[in-house]
């Protein structure tokens, strides 16, 4: 159910990557991110389901930010989150998710000719090692790691680089 709406939401984000001022969008996506952060951080308690009907905007969110800024991840976690209540589920399909995410935006980007053939055959060889790497310590730190604490670092994490993206669009 993600997927059709991530494709339409790439092709949104690459016309508005295109044609919106860089720092207009650098700064809502830093306010994005540090609410969310916050969220993660102060929620107390269970967090009620979520239903179906909000894949639509959590995938177009992902491909617009996907898109935009090259982080499609934390509309996926929200909803994923919120559908998925065990977190090896949660884990699997987020990393999924990304994937897709991932080699959708750079069909999207070669198609429109934002990618030559080196730089992206470039970007595709440093790039999936990294993510392998990530992938692996992540499955590690999760056998090891509470889920709250883990919550709390990841909302740590998303604050500080909100705030970064903020400073850096003013």
């Known amino acids: 159910m993600l997927a059709p709406f991530t494709i339409i939401g790439l092709a949104l984000g690459v016309t508005l990557l295109v044609s919106l001022p ?16 916050l969220y993660i951080m102060l929620h107390r308690g269970p967090r009620r389901p979520l ?19 090259g982080v499609g991840g934390p509309p996926y976690v929200v909803y994923i989150a919120g559908r998925i209540p065990d977190p090896t589920g949660q884990r699997a399909t987020i990393s999924l998710m990304v994937v897709l995410n991932v080699g959708l935006r750079v069909a999207a980007f070669a198609i429109a000719g934002l990618f030559n053939g080196r730089d992206l055959w470039l970007a595709i060889g440093l790039l999936l090692p990294v993510a392998w790497a990530g992938v ?22 998303l604050l500080f680089s909100g705030a970064s993206l903020i400073v850096r669009a003013l």
Do not use: E, N, Q
């Not at 860089?22 to 952060?37: E, M, P, Q, S, W």
């Not at 692996?136 to 994490?157: D, F």
């Open 22 to 37: 860089r720092d207009a969008t650098l700064l809502a996506l830093g306010v994005f991110v540090c609410g969310y952060a």
């Open 51 to 69: 239903g179906r009907t909000w894949a639509a905007p959590a995938g177009l969110l992902s491909g617009v930010l996907g898109a935009l800024f």
């Open 136 to 157: 692996w310590t992540g499955s590690r730190v999760h056998m090891r790691v509470a889920p709250t604490k883990v919550a709390r670092i990841v909302g740590a994490v």
